[in-house]
């Protein structure tokens, strides 16, 4: 089907289209790692049995634990590059899946686990996964990211679960709303890593909308919380690299300086002005205007100073502004 050799293509894209799609120059702290190619993915031990696993789009990772394998999360974009990945660094099986949340971009591919393995995830995400499986509409969950229906949650948890096998722990938690309801942190202390998805982008501009928050202050907040974890690496679930504490503080920066230019522009952009040139006739297009010259100002205010610090700014930086913009108005 063409849509999806289209979703199934996007890796591709990312590992040969070049680092200049956008009208700014891309900046080098945009850039991922280098992938081979004809392998179509990279594998790399962050500390201790985890690593993490790329294909140039998306992120993922899993642990070894002497018992078997705890693998997070399933981009269908990896095709089996996951189960490739895992079987180049050791024969331990899977036994256990780790949902961060259930938008089918990053684990529609789950499928591909076993079956008897436990599938661990947040309440609403089986909730939410649940709700798909229930739904009648004609595009089944998963069908225009490549992915399709995934096993449901075997364990649920509300605030925390703690997950030791073998000679591995990981910390699951519950923070409240932002990207989307139960979306959790992964934290393995041992190895100081923390796997929080769809709120940091590192070296770029979040994807469009906040990257799609249903929360916008939570999406907001959510910076803070991240940084409330001892880490030292940070697998955000996008782009081809791995995030720092430093890649956190300066998307945090950013999304300081948009809300700042939100509310400036909220306070300096003149609705009246616009009616008196727009009209009242047709309320759409008066508000539409409205709302374009309040984004555009804040847009206007924000790139300057990040043009050349984070890749995407151009592109996206008028969508977040809107969506900020709506929630300082009527949240």
């Known amino acids: 089907m063409k849509f999806k050799t289209c979703i199934l293509g996007l890796a591709g894209f990312f590992l040969s289209a070049s680092l200049t799609f956008a009208a700014a120059p891309v900046p080098e702290v945009a850039k991922g790692v280098p992938i081979d190619p004809t392998k179509g993915y990279v594998v790399e031990e962050i500390k201790d049995g985890l690593y993490w696993v790329t294909e140039g789009a998306y992120t993922a990772m899993f642990l070894t634990t002497g018992k078997g394998v705890i693998v997070v999360d399933a981009p269908p974009s990896f095709g089996d590059k996951m189960l490739k990945a895992i079987a180049e660094v050791t024969k331990e099986p899977i036994t256990h899946v780790i949902y961060s949340h ?19 995830a947040h309440v609403e995400t089986k909730e939410r996964l649940q709700r798909a499986n229930d739904s009648k509409s004609p595009f089944p969950y998963g069908m225009f990211v490549g992915g ?18 073998g000679n591995q722990v990981l910390q699951l938690d519950y923070k409240g709303d932002d990207h989307e309801p139960g979306n959790i942190y992964v934290y393995a202390p041992k190895q100081k890593v923390l ?3 769809d709120i940091v982008f590192p070296g770029w501009s979040p994807f469009k909308g906040l990257a ?3 929360d916008v202050v939570g999406y907001l907040d959510a910076h803070d ?7 030292d690496k940070l697998v955000s679930g996008h782009w081809g690299r791995l995030a720092t504490r430093n890649d956190v503080e300066v998307q945090k920066q950013y999304m300081q300086d948009i809300h700042a230019n939100a509310g400036k522009a909220l306070q300096t952009v003149d609705f009246y002005a616009i009616a008196g040139k727009v009209g009242y006739a047709n309320t759409s297009l ?25 890749g995407g700014v151009d592109v996206w930086t008028k969508d977040h502004c809107y969506k900020v913009i709506m929630a300082i108005r009527i949240d």
């Open 286 to 310: 008066l508000f539409e205007t409205y709302l374009d010259a309040v984004s555009q100002e804040c847009a206007n205010l924000t790139e300057p100073k990040w043009i050349d610090k984070l």
């Open 102 to 120: 259930a938008h089918a971009d990053h684990i529609g591919g789950a499928g591909m686990y076993p079956k008897n393995a436990k599938y661990i």
């Open 148 to 165: 399709k229906p995934v096993p449901l949650p075997t364990n649920t948890f509300k605030e925390s679960y703690t997950l030791k096998v």
């Open 225 to 231: 919380v991240i940084l409330s974890y001892d880490f």
């Open 212 to 214: 799609v928050a249903e």
């Open 195 to 197: 796997m929080k998805i």
